[in-house]
Nanobody
């Protein structure tokens, strides 16, 4: 069994920054690709960023490219999302997702992830 717990969300003014963390516990030995998704009110959940198992392959949604940075610390079983220059449109619940098949490449569609956190709220005031 595995558990993903996000933290770091909150209320921030437009132009500000937040750093989200997602701690994975349980079957961490099988941890592979990871990703962040978000869901804004009345919208479908969408992809934000993904990172492969070793951390040397990364992909971002166009809407966050240049402002957000995904990283991971495999020794701590944690993936991070540094969010800078936040905008009102970034307001959403942010979810981390993890692959537990030791997949070494990138995964960035929701159906490819079986393991999800409970989400953390990010609210950007304009």
């Amino acid at each position: 069994q595995v558990r993903l717990v996000e933290s770091g969300g909150g209320l921030v003014q437009a132009g500000g920054s937040l750093r989200l963390s997602c701690l994975v516990s349980g079957r961490t030995g099988d941890l592979g690709a990871m990703a962040w998704f978000r869901q804004a009110p009345a919208k479908e959940r969408e992809f934000v960023a993904a990172i492969n198992r070793s951390g040397d392959e990364i992909v971002y949604a166009d809407s966050v490219k240049g402002r957000f940075t995904i990283s991971r610390d495999n020794a701590k079983n944690t993936v991070y999302l540094q969010m800078n220059s936040l905008q009102a449109e970034d307001t959403a619940v942010y979810y981390c997702a993890a692959d537990l098949t030791r997949f070494p490449g990138l995964l960035y569609t929701q159906r490819e992830f079986a393991n999800w956190g409970q989400g953390t709220q990010v609210t950007v005031s304009s």
